[in-house]
């Protein structure tokens, strides 16, 4: 989508033309599991994108060294979320980390599959209340690494916030047009195999 036509830097092909960016605040935040709502994603302020490193495979030759690509990494991403004043976002992700270990007794499930849920990160264009989505990350085999409940403050005027670290298995990668842009299929079957649940329209 182009802004002005003579304002941006010259490509190789010479066409000065700017193109619009994606606005940090244009998103919406899904939790997808039995322990959440549609609560969560109207008190989300902020999430991170997701990060993807790998391990080098160092292989030492005659003289120097080469280096492949090892196993990659998907990294936490972070969650703000606003603490409501019925509670129901506390509610909620207190019920996930009971899903994960039943503090109170003690006790732990013997499967992922038992606990971990799904999350889905869009960036939106603006519209309101259909707005089209731009890009899209599916998250599989989610589960809370942290969560933070926030603090209180007689000083200053700011609401509380919980944050999460959320740990993942696998992200996909979607194009505006429904493609998935890391493995290039046109149906996704990530959340499926993590949660067997269903894929998000």
Known sequence: MAVLTSLGIPDVTGNTTTLMPKLSYRFRVT???????ATPTRNVMQVSRPSLSHDPVQIDAYNSRIYLLG???WEPVQVVLRDDVDSIVLKEINNQM???????????????????????????????????????????????????????????????TTQMQIRYDNCEIYDANGRATLTGATQDQTLVNATGGQVAD
């Open 71 to 73: 196993k990659h990494t």
């Open 31 to 37: 939790f997808i599991g039995d322990a959440f709502t």
């Open 98 to 160: 009971n899903r994960q270990v039943d503090h109170a007794l003690q006790s732990s499930v013997k499967s992922g599959s038992a606990y971990k849920f799904s999350m889905i990160v869009e960036t939106l264009d603006g519209g309101n209340p259909n707005p089209g989505v731009l890009d899209r990350f599916e998250f599989a085999g989610c589960y809370i690494q942290t969560v933070n409940y926030g603090d209180m403050n007689y000083g200053d005027s700011n609401m509380v």
